[in-house]
């Protein structure tokens, strides 16, 4: 399989492809938006018009994108992947969707004689680009065997689900926990600041405790800086605190936390933070307490 389909090329799309390319995998692309596709062409990569032609001319194919709407659309839309499929292609989506959506897509693509894998990822772009992504995967087993190559240049660690909804749900748990710490780090600055005590010296001590993970000391620098350029969308966050009570709901179990944490994310959007990073929730919690960015506390 040195032929590779790959369709989204947005933050995390665009590394994964580039890596690829390093690895001597021969490309197809496509993006919604073609100029993002601009520098993976320059490197070699062969666009196709539609994700109909990626299935076309790819027995595997990847994508990367916002959500399930765009998942179904590039998979099942007028010119989606089903309509160009071959038996025994196998799409693995690695964008972070709805458990109905996957499992739904996993049967379409069964009756087309072809396999759909869900492989969501935690990591940012950067780790993207370093092959370091941790990956989620579900479904088929012998699809799983067939591509695992292909994603061990992406991830360096893989764990693999035999039902494909609990890959699709490990992601959306995951994501819960990045909400939460985000938000607890967040409001600690916040504290912090009223009562005089800097964010430096805040991730010092968790540092040095056992209070600490590496995402506190990482979110922390930029919050620090006041550099909300995205790694993680705003809006992607809530999209995925969304999914996950959706999930829960379904599953008939209660996450009381997260749905305060929706809130405060329903509101970062609200406030026009949707196109910044994440941690810009930061920014709610300042507005809550009348904390203005001056007030440093050091
Ligand atoms: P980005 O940078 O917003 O990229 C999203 C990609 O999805 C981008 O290529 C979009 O094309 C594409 N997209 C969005 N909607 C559609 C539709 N309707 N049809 C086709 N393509 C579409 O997100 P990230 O790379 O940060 O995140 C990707 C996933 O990983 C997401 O699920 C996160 O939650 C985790 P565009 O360039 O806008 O035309």
Redesign the pocket.
């Known amino acids: 399989m040195r032929d590779i389909g790959f ?7 665009r590394p994964m492809a580039e890596r690829l390319l390093d690895a001597g995998y021969a490309l197809t692309v496509f ?3 073609p100029q ?1 596709a601009e520098p993976l062409r320059a490197r070699g990569a062969q666009w196709a018009h539609s994700p109909e032609e990626v299935a076309h001319r790819s027995a595997l194919i990847l994508t ?4 399930s ?2 998942l179904e ?2 998979a099942r839309g007028p010119e989606g992947i089903l309509r160009g499929i071959r038996p025994n292609t196998i799409h693995v989506d ?4 709805s458990p109905e959506t996957t499992e739904r897509l996993e049967r379409a693509y069964r009756e087309r004689e072809a396999a759909f894998l869900h492989a ?2 935690l990591g940012n772009w950067r780790q993207a680009a370093e092959g370091k992504l941790l990956i989620f995967v579900g479904g088929d087993p012998q699809a799983y065997q067939r591509c695992e190559p292909v994603l061990r240049v992406l991830g360096h660690r893989i764990w693999y689900f035999e039902r494909i909804a609990q890959a699709t749900h490990m992601k959306l748990i995951a994501n819960s926990f990045i909400a939460g710490m985000i938000l607890t780090l967040a409001q600690a600055f916040v504290f912090g600041r009223r009562v005089g005590i800097s964010p430096d010296r805040l991730l010092e001590i968790l540092d040095a405790s056992a209070l600490n993970a590496p995402m506190y000391q990482s979110k922390g620098r930029t919050m620090r800086e006041r550099n909300f350029r995205p790694n ?2 705003t809006r ?1 966050m809530l ?2 605190v969304d999914l996950a009570l959706e999930a829960a709901r379904r599953a008939n179990v209660p996450l009381p936390v997260l749905s305060v944490i929706r809130e405060l994310f329903v509101t970062a959007v609200a406030r026009g933070f949707g196109e910044e990073d994440y941690s810009a929730v930061l920014k709610v919690l300042e507005e809550m307490a009348g904390v203005t960015p001056q007030e440093q506390g050091a």
């Open positions: 369709i989204g090329l947005g933050i995390m799309g993006n919604r938006t993002k990367m994108v916002s959500d709407a765009a659309e590039i690695m964008s972070t969707v969501p990822v993680f969308y992607h999209k995925d």
